[in-house]
């Protein structure tokens, strides 16, 4: 995580995971939308270039400052709540654990959650952060007006609609400008119910198609080369709280139990590789069923401080039976010393010409390496594997993406582009990972 205070002292930035690492030369923390204007034209005059640095829980570098790091830590909190309209505006350095809090005293909430809830919404909606569910699109979705500061230091609002900015907007990577303020759609106040359960991996994709139009979220935690998959499904409920003490036994459960088992596992794998298959098949034989309710907020997010790289990928849903039959294959043939599960989420299809899901309904399937263990002969085969079923990674995951590939997953590529430059003509917003990404 960026600290503040280290970041004021002139240390190093680094990611929340710890593998990409940088040293701005100059830090900011606007506290208005004046502030973050002169900010852009001074970078503008100077020719340098600025990233928002979020809350760091990319694991690519897009979020990487080389000149400017800009944080939007003290923009935050809820501008207006339109009742009628079911939209709420945010300053968009709100990071999303302090949303639901914010939107409950109004009766409301957001339509979906990931299971991480450290990153600033700004962050979330322009690199397409996304939870489960086949109905429901990413927090990029439920957008409707965005405010920026352009390339030229300008503040412009624009509210979404057919048209290419909107298309550009609704996963920019940062690229159009400083996101200031962001208005998004959101539902009345409601409670979800979870069931956490063991099953099979072969039944699992028996039912697989049904279960995930049956309930409202699916997730599935598959454990490399075990026959186990765990399933988290949530559906709604009337609103209503967990208890204190509930509470409290939850973060006991998952700090001390499973969090901290596993990390003694983790280090073990890392002490000796070879272990990972083991231990993959006693974290499966050992995984934790239950039952809970409470307000939504409460029940998507679970805490996570075993640190890991990972890679995230959207293939078509249609592919995903077949594609977790290759995993498994490969797997079981011990090809990798891994024990982290496999998560796999779906979402519905969305507009916006850099979505990852190019607006059919997916499946994202996150590969995960614990921090210290070598992950890139893994992360290889992921890559080279999901081309074959068109998958697109997710952008704030580690990936192998050149520009050429990058033109040939994204048909409208040349739109955004053209978008880009006219928000951003002199490049303030278009760092050398960028460049690479997008330049051919």
């Keep these: 995580m960026f600290s503040i205070e280290k970041w004021k002292n002139g240390e190093k930035w680094t990611n929340w995971a710890g593998n990409v690492i940088s040293y701005p030369g100059e830090m900011y923390l606007p506290q208005s939308i004046e502030d973050v204007v002169n900010i852009v034209k001074q970078a503008r005059e100077t020719g340098k270039t600025i990233r928002v640095t979020g809350a760091a829980h990319s694991f690519s570098a897009v979020a990487m400052p080389e000149h400017i790091a800009l944080s939007l830590h003290n923009m935050r909190g ?31 909430a957001l339509s979906n959650m990931g299971d991480i809830q450290e990153q600033s919404i700004a962050g979330a909606v322009s690199t397409g952060t996304h939870g489960t569910g086949v ?62 359960t063991r099953d099979t991996l072969t039944n699992g994709l028996t039912i697989f198609a049904e279960d995930i139009r049956q309930h409202r979220h699916v997730e599935w935690f598959y454990f490399p080369g075990s026959e186990t998959i765990q399933v988290k499904r949530m559906d709604v409920v009337d609103p209503v709280y967990q208890s204190d003490w509930s509470r409290r036994i939850e973060i006991m459960k998952l700090q001390i139990v499973e969090n901290g088992a596993f990390l003694a596992m983790s280090e073990l794998c890392k002490w000796k590789p070879s272990l990972s298959g083991t231990m993959s098949k006693i974290a499966a034989a050992n995984v934790v069923e239950g039952e809970k309710t409470g307000i939504s907020y409460e029940i998507y997010p679970s805490p996570r ?63 995960h390496m614990y921090k210290g263990m070598s992950e890139e002969p893994y992360f290889e085969w992921i890559h080279t594997m999901m081309k074959k079923y068109k998958g697109r990674p997710h952008w704030g995951k580690q990936n192998h993406l050149t520009a050429e590939y990058v033109y040939e997953l994204y048909p409208d590529i040349e739109k955004f582009l053209a978008i880009r430059r006219q928000y951003d003509p002199d490049n303030v917003f278009f760092t050398g990972y960028l460049r690479k990404l997008f330049t051919l």
């Design 135 to 196: 109905t429901l699109g990413s927090l990029s979705s439920t957008v409707t007006k965005w405010g920026f500061v352009d390339g030229t230091g300008t503040y412009r609002e624009h509210t979404r609609g057919l048209d290419d900015l909107s298309e550009s907007l609704h996963v920019s990577l940062g690229m159009l400008g400083v996101l200031v303020k962001v208005t998004i759609k959101v539902i009345p106040l409601y409670g979800l119910h979870y069931i956490g």
């Design 305 to 367: 401080s075993v640190k890991f790289q990972e890679s995230e990928y959207a293939i078509p849903l249609m592919y995903f039976e077949a594609c977790m039959e290759e995993i498994h294959a490969t797997f079981k043939k011990g090809l990798f010393n891994v024990h982290f599960p496999l998560e796999c989420r779906t979402t519905a299809g969305e507009a916006g010409f850099l979505s990852p899901t190019q607006g059919q309904e997916s499946a994202f399937i996150a590969f």
């Design 78 to 108: 809820l501008i207006a709540v339109n009742e009628e309209k079911q939209e709420v505006t945010l300053w968009a350095g709100t990071y999303l654990y302090e949303i639901g809090p914010l939107l409950a005293k109004h009766g409301f």
